[in-house]
Nanobody
Framework: QVQLVESGGGLVQAGGSLRLSCAASGRIFGVNTMGWYRRSPGKQRDMVATITSGGSTNYADSVKGRFTVSRDNAKNTVYLQMNSLKPEDTAVYYC??????????WGEGTLVTVSS
C-alpha cells in the first residue's frame, strides 16, 4: 500500500518562509508527476506546483516567484519551498503523486497558517 506523508507545515508570519516535504512509501513503481495542491477555507482544492520525473515544473500564477518545487527521485520525495508567504497562502497543503500506470495518490495534508 502506498502512503504519502507530508511534513513542515505550521504557523508563520507574513513574509516568512516554510519548507514542506512529502515522502512516499510502499510498493511504488513508475512515479511520474509529484506535486502540491492546497485548499483554503471555503474554497476548492487547487494546484500549487507540480514537477515531473524529468524535472519540468508548473506553478499556479499566485505563487510564481515565491514558491519552488523540487524532488528527490531516489527517495520518492517532493519538496515545496515557500518564501514571502502571504495570509492568502493559508491553507491545508496536500501532496499528490501520479504514476505512469495512471495511479493517483494523495497525502492527508498539512496545515499552513500565515498570520498578518
Amino acid at each position: 500500500q502506498v502512503q504519502l506523508v507530508e511534513s513542515g507545515g505550521g504557523l508563520v508570519q507574513a513574509g516568512g518562509s516554510l519548507r514542506l516535504s512529502c515522502a512516499a512509501s510502499g510498493r511504488i513503481f513508475g512515479v511520474n508527476t509529484m506535486g502540491w495542491y492546497r485548499r483554503s477555507p471555503g474554497k476548492q482544492r487547487d494546484m500549487v506546483a507540480t514537477i515531473t520525473s524529468g524535472g519540468s515544473t508548473n506553478y499556479a500564477d499566485s505563487v510564481k516567484g515565491r514558491f519552488t518545487v523540487s524532488r528527490d527521485n531516489a527517495k520518492n520525495t517532493v519538496y515545496l519551498q515557500m518564501n514571502s508567504l502571504k495570509p492568502e497562502d493559508t491553507a491545508v497543503y496536500y501532496c499528490r503523486m501520479t504514476t505512469y500506470g495512471g495511479m493517483n495518490f494523495w497525502g492527508e495534508g498539512t496545515l499552513v497558517t500565515v498570520s498578518s
